[in-house]
């Protein structure tokens, strides 16, 4: 299991080494943001809100391939990096980002901060470690090969604990999770702390559950671990309230002694992101802090008769909601000059599967023959992955958009898949559990093969898939292959 942690890691350093800075999912935002806190104050909102050094490392390091228009021949060629070139150019690109800079707003200053604290902290290590220049935006990049180490690890403990006699779940979900191709581990970001700390909000609460006697330090820490999901991502509410199904049943069963237990966990869960919106309608006057953001997006807010007017309503809409949303959940948003990086066959391959056995993992929780543990994993995981594609559904109702913003008018869905990335391992718990069922009425030994079979298929597409749609990528002169 270390190995296929430390595989993991690999794998992710190496796409993030190989991505140039900085992404199209708003990189250069979410930096600017984390070298505030690294120099120890909370940025602010308004009008000349970017940092000087952030236009430093954009106008230095930044490529623009991203967003370059394939189809136009005179732009397709791409100039070599500032680094490469004179003094004379990089200062004129820096100066250039500086006036595009200038007078913008911040739309990630008032989100919730524990991404932005630790990558903060990180980022100070670097510097006092001697680390500077593209180095130091790779070292930050690096937290998410600890999230990738981290995941895989943590999945394994959490399913050892409730499956101790199933190879397949306990061995099947890391190694899922250690070839998950989710692009948003290899830039700089919020989202690419989630799928660790949705796991490990999971892992220490199911422990309870294994461990009902455990002191009240593991019932707080617990709690503790949800809290700081919840301020990492907001779409990570669906973690903590997948988890109060543990909470409920150990009540039910008339468990009364735990119930202070259970009373400090979900106080530490709730106050630290009680007083986080509390600080949030006292400075901006919203709870969540996200008004102005979405201000400056264009959106508008529905009514709550326009709640229901809307395509999701409907076979087709909810089909092409769930669609683009899963392949995206899967791979990320990433794009190459102007192309997303996705392959057709493997993101109909990723929608298809994960309905069917996430459908039939959840069918088989109403199995009363099964031990009740592995039966409570599986509805909280089921509860924590419904809970995020709701989020996302409503975001998609409660807003108005225009007709070039993103969501639009014509295209009116959240399809973002890294913004619940918290649930990551709820979900490749589910699917690999749905792989096992398919397989079960298979005779003998030849079921577990076959289950293995289906997984290391579904693996080797997945690093197929991103070994071909990123090749361009590695190519590229600007990215951290090519370092001076």
């Known amino acids: 299991m270390l190995a296929l942690a430390l595989l993991a890691g690999l794998r992710v350093l190496c796409f993030s080494l190989a991505f140039p800075f900085f992404s199209n999912v708003d990189e250069y935002r979410h930096f600017d943001v984390v070298l505030k806190f690294s120099r120890g104050y909370w940025p602010t909102p308004g009008p000349d809100a970017y940092e000087t050094e952030t236009a430093g490392f954009v106008g230095r390091f930044g490529s623009p391939e991203y967003l370059r228009d394939p189809l136009t021949p005179a732009q397709v060629e791409v100039p070599p990096p500032a680094w490469l070139q004179s003094d004379d150019f990089g200062r004129k690109r820096v100066e250039s980002t500086r006036r595009y800079l200038s007078g913008r707003h911040s739309l990630e200053a008032d989100q919730p901060p524990v991404y932005y604290a630790t990558a903060g902290a990180w980022m100070s290590l670097g510097r006092g470690l001697g680390i500077h220049g593209l180095r ?58 989630s799928p660790l700390l949705g796991a490990l909000g999971l892992l220490l609460v199911l422990r309870l559950m294994v461990r009902p006697d455990a002191g009240l330090g593991a019932y707080a820490a617990a709690g503790a671990m949800l809290a700081a999901a919840f301020l990492n991502k907001y779409p990570n509410v669906a ?82 909601f769930l669609s683009d949303m899963i392949p995206r959940f899967w791979r990320g948003e990433l794009v190459w000059y102007q192309h997303e990086l996705g392959w057709a066959a493997a993101d109909w391959t990723y929608a298809l599967t994960s309905l069917f056995f996430v459908g039939l993992a959840a069918v088989a929780i109403r199995n009363g023959a099964r031990p009740i543990q592995p039966r409570l994993g599986e509805a909280t995981a089921l ?53 096992e069922v398919a397989t079960a009425r298979l005779p003998g030994a030849l079921a577990n093969r076959v289950a293995w079979a289906l997984l290391l298929a579904v693996v080797l597409l997945a690093w197929i898939s ?18 001076p």
């Open 239 to 320: 973690v903590l309230v997948a988890c109060a199904v543990p909470t409920i049943v150990s009540l039910r069963r008339g468990e009364a002694g735990r119930l202070g237990r259970w009373a400090v966990l979900w106080a530490v869960a709730l106050t630290p992101g009680a007083l986080w919106m509390g600080r949030n309608l006292l400075r901006v006057g919203d709870l969540t802090g996200t008004a102005f953001k979405i201000e400056r997006l264009g959106w508008g807010r529905k009514g709550v008769g326009e709640l229901f007017d809307h395509p999701l309503f409907t076979p087709g809409g909810a089909w092409t």
């Open 136 to 193: 130091l935006l790779y070292w930050v990049r690096g937290l998410g090969v600890v999230v990738a180490i981290g995941v895989v690890i943590a999945a394994w403990i959490l399913l050892r604990d409730v499956y101790p006699d199933n190879r397949f779940l306990r061995l099947g979900t890391p190694l899922l999770l250690a070839s998950f191709p989710q692009d948003a581990l290899y830039y700089i970001t919020a989202d690419a702390f």
């Open 466 to 483: 991103e070994i071909v749609v990123t090749r361009p990528v590695f190519a590229s002169a600007y990215n951290g292959f090519h370092l």
């Open 383 to 435: 509860l924590a992955v419904a809970g995020g594609v709701a989020v996302l559904a409503g975001l998609s109702l409660l807003f108005v958009f225009g007709e070039d913003t993103s969501p639009s008018a014509a295209y009116p869905y959240f399809v973002q898949g890294r913004l619940i990335s918290g649930v990551l391992v709820p979900f490749a718990w589910l699917y690999v559990r749905g792989i």
